[in-house]
């Protein structure tokens, strides 16, 4: 399986930006789409947004999208969210994720996860 790991979460104030990284390696991983989640504080987790591999087209949750950004660098072997206009309410851990299907990830599942981001906003 790929192996997943986030970075690039940290403390910003309200208004700012933050871009995550997801580092991936593995075999399959030019075979997978790539996905960000969230998991607010006490809140299920949350599908944020995806990327297919092939045709680079993007979903994203309808609370986000226009706010936040998921990009793809192969060369890099990484997957990007990058978060604009942050609010408190962003608050959360997030995720990256790989699945072979879109619809999967949509539905707040996925085959393969990292371990994780921290990002917290403040007022």
């Known amino acids: 399986q790929v192996q997943l790991v986030e970075s690039g979460g940290g403390l910003v104030q309200a208004g700012g930006s933050l871009r995550l990284s997801c580092a991936a390696s593995?075999?399959?991983?030019?075979?997978?789409?790539m996905g960000w989640f969230r998991q607010a504080p006490g809140k299920e987790r949350e599908f944020v947004a995806a990327?297919?591999?092939?045709?680079?087209?993007?979903f994203y949750a309808d609370s986000v999208k226009g706010r936040l950004t998921i990009s793809r660098d192969n060369a890099k072997n990484t997957v990007y969210l990058q978060m604009n206009s942050l609010k408190p309410g962003n608050t959360a851990v997030y995720y990256c994720?790989?699945?072979?299907?879109?619809?999967?990830?949509?539905?707040?599942?996925?085959?393969?996860w990292g371990q994780g981001t921290q990002v917290t906003v403040s007022s």
């Open positions: 990327i297919k591999w092939s045709e680079r087209m993007t």
């Open positions: 994720a790989a699945d072979s299907r879109i619809a999967t990830m949509q539905r707040r599942r996925a085959d393969v």
């Open positions: 593995g075999r399959t991983f030019s075979t997978y789409h």
